[in-house]
């Protein structure tokens, strides 16, 4: 496992963790100053300054990116279903333009969440197989785009408006049979907040190998977690073994970044230099 004690330069700053607090611009001259090195950013951030104006701000900063955030809500009634390919196919576009390694996907729940306006359904199976048909169609176009795929498993709590990949398993179930000669073309995300109480996440991570694992993002685990989506705790504050599961991930060779991505009521009411700060020293004490 890397030593990460002292040294920041594998740390990458997902632009939620301060959305509050400024804006893409600002967020990349607050990383500048503290000498972070890459950033995920959002769309919506991303939409706000401008793609060109963001890309040459990435480049003039010397920063990378870890990824793309995101592309997803696949699922859609058949009249929403062009909306949800084509907007995933911009989100390609964007990724490359600002030369992310992949397109994070949260993949979507039920129609009506993922693409408002949608028919309302309960059928959460066939939200699943719609996923795995999207992301079959996009396929080639990513391939072409040399943009991998990574599905970000996200906590069964959020199955209905935002996710129905819950598991690791179930994520690299779908990546074995899109992509059998396991190019990387499709992968993996793998954020602790979302799986890191899967029983069978380390022989998961094994079955990823290092081609299929895109993106590893970190935060914590509050007890009690008193708002499923904005309530992520900092590293070091919640129950997780971070550690343990970055170990795992980079056995398997993962050498890229370790992105921070805490949405949190309580750290966006900060300033973003302390945010920053604290994720960097707690990046050296606990992760
Ligand atoms: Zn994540």
Not at 177 to 200: C, I, M, N, Q, T
């Amino acid at each position: 496992m890397r030593n990460l004690v002292g040294d920041h330069r594998w740390l990458s700053l997902n632009t939620a963790t301060v959305r509050k607090q400024g804006s893409l611009l600002e967020i990349i001259e607050a990383c500048a100053r503290h000498s972070v090195r890459a950033i995920d950013p959002w769309r919506d951030q991303v939409a706000a300054v401008g793609l060109d104006r963001t890309a040459k701000a990435v480049k003039d900063a010397g920063l990378e990116l870890s990824g793309y955030c995101r592309g997803g809500m696949l699922t859609a009634d058949t009249e929403h279903r062009r909306e949800a390919l084509d907007d995933n196919r911009r989100a390609i576009d964007e990724a490359q333009a600002l030369g992310a390694p992949c397109l994070v996907l949260v993949v979507g729940g039920l129609p009506q969440y993922s693409r408002p306006g949608s028919t309302p359904s309960k059928d959460i199976w066939d939200a699943q197989r719609e996923v795995e048909d999207a992301i079959a169609s996009l396929l080639d176009y990513a391939r072409q785009a040399r943009m991998p795929l990574a599905i970000e498993p996200l906590h069964p709590m959020f199955a209905a408006d935002r996710a129905c990949v819950s598991t690791t398993r179930q994520a690299l179930d779908i990546c074995d049979r899109l992509d059998p000669e396991k190019s990387g073309a499709v992968g993996v995300a793998l954020d602790v907040y979302h799986v890191w109480w899967d029983f069978e996440l380390r022989e998961q991570i094994k079955r990823a190998g290092k081609k299929r694992l895109h993106a590893f993002h970190v935060c914590d685990w509050l007890v009690p977690t008193t708002d499923m989506l904005n309530d992520r705790g900092m590293m070091g504050d919640g129950v997780i073994d971070i550690p343990r599961i970055r170990d795992a991930v980079e056995a398997q060779g993962f050498a890229g970044y370790v992105e921070v991505e805490i949405f949190s009521n309580r750290w966006w009411e900060r300033p973003m230099d302390e945010v920053i700060r604290t994720c960097i020293e707690r990046l050296h004490s606990v992760v």
